[in-house]
């Protein structure tokens, strides 16, 4: 039996299952599409290794945000295969693709597409690269938990006015962003420049990538976000849902409405697009040249055949079960480039995989 079908026995007759993400209705082209029920498994597939042992270094680096999955994908993969070492680093989606594309490291972490800029300092380098979707994230807007006054949701809208770059230092008190909120100092904690999250952030509220005021406390580092919003009744900041997830018990989420009424950030609400402009579908990017290696070939096929199972645990959203089998399919055959070379596709699930039907 392939992996593939494999796979698809185990997810259909539900072992180990941890929760049903439900149908997912994602929007398409104006219409919706029914995509298949996600079920997440505690089984882990183990995939066959090649002729002898394998061992080896296989390097990752790069998003925050995906630096979680590829740590428990990493764990995992060397139960079964102890003689390879696979670090993961964590500099931020651009930092990593710096990297990646000087051939310093075998699979990056993104938590956006990659580049212009960056696929042509890979094809300077020589670096023939390879897009795999992992899992589909919500970006978590969070408050200080004795923060009041803010209720429970905030609007598209007012959080452009906070984050605007003609903002900077004009918009300082809350009572600037909506009537009736009291004149106490905000802090703004954010990712950093070179994040995905940061990137994909600016160009869902202010409309152009990267697009920002400048004067907010930034850090690659989830974790120190968290600190910093946790410490102080005025923060509010934005990172991966994920990590909200994590910290629940001392932050607050929440509910943003992008025009058609408040929607939390929940795992439903994220797979069927309704958690709108805030939620994206996450990558790794696999270098061409090192998946020729079969440490590097085994690692991902192994990381998308336990995607499903392992993202659901740590607070992320699994892929159509369609998804991961492309994707599969797209790595086997050394399919290259990035499907935003097709006009007009985002970093929604729907749009992802109608690109490429449509053959990107």
Do not use: H
């Amino acid at each position: 039996m392939s992996e593939i079908s494999r796979r698809r026995v185990l997810r259909a007759a539900g072992f180990g299952s941890l929760a049903a993400a439900g149908a997912a209705v994602l929007a398409a082209c104006g219409e919706t599409q029914v995509v298949e029920k996600v079920v997440t498994q505690e089984v882990i597939v183990e995939v066959p290794a090649p002729a002898g042992p394998l061992s080896g270094t296989i390097l990752v680096d790069g998003s925050s945000t995906v630096g979680p999955i590829s740590q428990a994908v990493a764990e995992e993969f060397q139960k079964q295969f102890s003689d390879v070492r696979v670090p993961v680093g964590i500099s931020g989606t651009g930092g990593g693709f710096k990297k990646f594309c000087a051939q310093e490291t075998d699979v990056s972490d993104a938590s956006r597409f990659i580049k212009a800029s960056e696929q042509e300092l890979c094809d300077e380098n020589g670096i023939g690269y390879i897009e795999l979707p992992v899992a589909i994230d919500g970006i978590a807007v969070v408050v200080n938990q004795r923060n009041d006054w803010i209720g429970d949701s905030i609007t598209t809208e007012e959080l452009k006015r906070l984050w605007a770059p003609e903002s900077e230092g004009q918009v300082t008190n809350w009572s600037q962003i909506r009537e009736g909120l009291p004149n106490e100092p905000i802090l703004l904690y954010g990712p950093g420049t070179d994040s995905g999250t940061y990137d994909y952030f600016t160009k869902a509220i202010n409309g152009e990538e990267g697009a920002s005021r400048g004067d907010f406390t930034p850090s690659e580092d989830d974790n120190v976000l968290v600190q910093g919003v946790s410490g102080d009744a005025g923060a509010i900041g934005f990172f991966g849902l994920a990590y909200y997830e994590q910290n629940a018990e001392i932050l607050k989420a929440l509910q943003v409405d992008g025009g058609s009424g408040p929607v939390f950030p929940t795992t439903e609400n994220v797979l069927t697009g309704k958690y709108s402009p805030l939620s994206r579908v996450i990558f790794i990017y696999v270098s061409t040249v090192a998946a020729e290696r079969p440490e590097v070939q085994t690692f991902v096929e192994f990381y998308l055949n336990n995607a499903a199972s392992l993202v659901g645990q740590i607070g992320y959203v699994p892929m159509p079960a369609e998804m991961y089998d492309i994707a599969l399919e797209r790595f086997v055959s050394r399919k290259t480039g990035t499907v935003t070379a097709l006009e007009g596709v985002n970093a929604s699930p729907n749009s992802v995989l109608e690109a490429w039907k449509a053959g990107a």
